[in-house]
């Protein structure tokens, strides 16, 4: 990196103050305003039942800016799945929490929003029997981060064993041979594929998105403009500019809450997906 380019990151740190634990607020503040639309808002529209009295057209607009709101999440978290890999004590457990998380979210994350049928019912037993066909082709997002921990993984492993430290350029490293470069990607695209097929929540954009931060995270402006122009190709995920915004803004540091609450933000995901559904199911009472 030329002094030109090292004077335009030096510029840029004035403007980055926000820590880890802003970031993980703001991602789960996003997540439940995004999961509001797609597990209450969306089922009630589809039955006709329009909230605060407005009608059809009102209550799509509000679904839309619901949805538009929560794209900010997920890039956030992909982000921190980086920071994770590169300050945890112990990515076996760092794995092991996001494993253990997913499978216990994917019952809570079928029932809020990936059902189709009989989907105001309170009977669980019925709800899945109903909708066996769907829930069965589906993993929640916890999946898509633990594949995208495994691969970044295994990617620093490449890194420290056949790549080359080199300060001045802009990934912070060198291959010196074009078959180490082939073997840096090589998870990158198994992991993609694994996603894909098991057909978790974000896919294989999920795992490149997380891919794409860890390989340029030594220059945190070109990680997210090559992460938003990757990722706004994916539907509309264009909306999902701010949360770049906010990850250039990061400081480095970790705030005081997460030591904390570790596991809370881990357990928010499974719990505010059992209270989507059962307002869900409220609401459909009471509106009717």
Not at 12 to 20: G, R
Not at 238 to 250: D, G, Q
Not at 271 to 280: E, S, T
């Amino acid at each position: 990196m030329n002094t030109k380019e090292q004077n335009i990151f030096s510029s840029l740190q004035k403007f980055q103050f926000v820590n880890a634990d802003c970031l993980k607020i703001i991602s789960i503040v996003c997540m439940l305003i995004d999961h509001i639309g797609a597990g209450i808002l969306l089922y009630l529209i589809r039955s006709s039942i329009y909230p605060f009295g407005m009608n059809f057209d009102q209550s799509a607009e509000l679904y839309h800016w619901l949805r538009h709101i929560g794209r900010q999440a997920f890039p956030i978290y992909c982000f921190l799945i980086v920071e994770g890999l590169i300050h945890t004590r112990s990515v076996p457990k760092y794995l092991m929490n996001l494993g253990i998380f997913g499978v216990i979210s994917e019952p809570f994350f079928d029932i809020a929003v990936k059902v189709k049928n009989e989907v105001f019912s309170t009977d669980i037993k019925t709800l899945y029997a109903v909708n066996k066909e769907i829930l069965l082709t589906h993993r929640n997002v916890y999946f898509t981060l633990l594949i995208g921990l495994f691969v970044i993984w295994v990617m620093q492993y490449v890194e420290s064993n056949l790549f080359t430290e080199n300060p001045a350029s802009l990934l912070g490293m060198n291959a010196d041979n074009p078959l180490h470069v082939l073997i840096y990607t090589m998870p990158v695209v198994a992991g993609a594929a694994l996603a894909q097929v098991i057909d978790s929540d974000y896919r294989w954009w999920g795992v490149c998105l997380i891919a794409i931060f860890f390989v340029f995270r030594r220059t945190r402006l070109l990680a997210c403009i090559a992460g938003y122009l990757f990722f706004m190709n994916m539907g509309t995920e264009v909306w999902s500019l701010p949360a770049f915004i906010l990850i250039a803004a990061y400081n480095g540091t970790q705030g005081s809450i997460s030591k904390k609450f570790k596991y809370a933000f881990y357990a928010f995901y499974p719990v505010h997906l059992l209270v989507i559904y059962l307002l869900r199911c409220y609401l459909y009472v009471v509106m009717q």
